[in-house]
């Protein structure tokens, strides 16, 4: 499996507390991205990174906020967490941006 | 914004059976990958497919890409146990967005012993 670490695996947090989640990977790839699974609803895309310092929004943006700076990792931020925001996070990485994602394990996170 | 939409969302077969998961976009696309995704998991790619009509095989795995390059299709001949898990699609589009997947909703294959 590719070099992608998420840290932390579990979480639960209260409603209006911020959360961080972290995306390491060892792989040097250009691309990283966060999606959310839920039930029903597949993978949707929160953020995507193209390069340090540059992000773009997805899908689902609303909430989330990225920032990227270094190649390894990408981190994902929610100011103040919903309960509509329990979800399991996945990060993913690819090189070039039309190669296959290879995914981390997920961070399962429940907002209460 | 655009969609692939994949249908069933679940199949429950006997093992042994065959089983078929379909893709379908309003779009073309420019390409599409197909996931696994095992209970617990993290999604897993699978094959690519790129070119108008392209087939392609992995063992028991059929993958097909129309040739309209909307739709796609997944068959696994003879399932086994080991094959349980829920299967995406992902679509790329050209143009703006084109770093993006867009993911059909999965479909979940149950394989009874």
């Known amino acids: 499996d590719a070099g992608i670490t998420q840290s932390p695996r579990h979480k639960v947090t209260e409603t209006g507390t911020p959360v961080t989640l972290r995306c390491h990977q060892t792989?040097?790839?250009?691309?990283m991205y966060w999606y959310r699974q839920d039930p029903g609803h597949g993978l949707r895309l929160i953020h995507y990174?193209?390069?340090?310092?540059?992000?773009d929004k997805g899908e689902v943006s609303d909430g989330y906020s990225v920032s990227r700076s270094k190649t390894e990792d990408f981190l994902l931020t929610l100011e103040s967490a919903t309960s509509s925001q329990t979800s399991v996070y996945f990060c993913?990485?690819?090189?070039?941006?039309?190669?296959?994602?290879?995914f981390g394990d997920g961070t399962r996170l429940s907002i209460l | 914004g655009q969609q692939v939409m994949q249908i069933p969302q679940y199949q429950h077969v006997q093992e042994g059976e065959d089983f078929t998961t379909y893709c379908n976009s309003s779009?073309?696309?420019?390409?599409i990958q197909w996931y696994k995704q095992r209970p617990g998991g993290h999604p897993v790619f699978l094959i690519q497919?790129?070119?108008?009509?392209e087939v392609k095989k992995q063992k028991r795995l059929t993958f097909q890409f129309g040739e309209a390059k909307k739709n796609s299709s997944l068959h696994i001949t003879a399932t086994q146990t080991t094959d349980v898990g829920t299967y995406f699609c992902?679509?790329?589009?050209?143009?703006?967005?084109?770093?993006?997947?867009?993911f059909g909703k999965g479909t979940k294959l149950s394989v009874i012993p």
């Open positions: 993913a990485i690819s090189e070039p941006s039309n190669q296959p994602q290879h």
């Open positions: 792989e040097n790839h250009r691309y």
């Open positions: 990174s193209y390069g340090v310092k540059d992000t």
């Open positions: 779009t073309t696309l420019s390409n």
């Open positions: 497919l790129v070119k108008s009509g």
């Open positions: 992902a679509g790329r589009y050209s143009g703006a967005g084109s770093y993006q997947l867009t």
